[in-house]
């Protein structure tokens, strides 16, 4: 059974940081790409960040450019999002993603994580 579990998320004051990580267990993912995305209440689920299989590319949505780094260590089939400077802003439920890239470059996602919480206070 494929699960990917989210840990790392908390309460934490504006400008601080947490470091959120992704266990993938079930298969391999060493090959797949893998993505953070984002739901804050009242509003769609957005698309955060995500890493190639290899962690030579990377994207980041525009607002957490700067702030936010994504990282895997493929050796732990586990993926990290080291966020900085939070914001009140990037509150929200931070979901996993496991999934590939097109020919296009473009990625697609085929499993997901349950979420973790994290509020950022001003």
């Known amino acids: 059974q494929v699960q990917l579990v989210e840990s790392g998320g908390g309460l934490v004051q504006a400008g601080g940081s947490l470091r959120l990580s992704c266990a993938a267990s079930?298969?391999?993912?060493?090959?797949?790409?893998m993505g953070w995305f984002r739901q804050a209440p009242g509003k769609e689920r957005e698309f955060v960040a995500a890493?190639?299989?290899?962690?030579?590319?990377?994207n980041y949505v525009n607002s957490v450019k700067g702030r936010f780094t994504i990282s895997r260590d493929n050796a732990k089939n586990t993926v990290y999002l080291q966020m900085t400077d939070l914001e009140p802003e990037d509150t929200a439920v931070y979901y996993c993603?496991?999934?590939?890239?097109?020919?296009?470059?473009?990625?697609?996602?085929?499993?997901w994580g349950q979420g973790t919480q994290v509020t950022v206070s001003s």
């Open positions: 890493i190639d299989w290899s962690g030579g590319i990377t």
């Open positions: 993603a496991a999934g590939g890239r097109s020919g296009t470059g473009s990625y697609y996602w085929k499993n």
């Open positions: 079930g298969r391999t993912f060493s090959r797949d790409a």
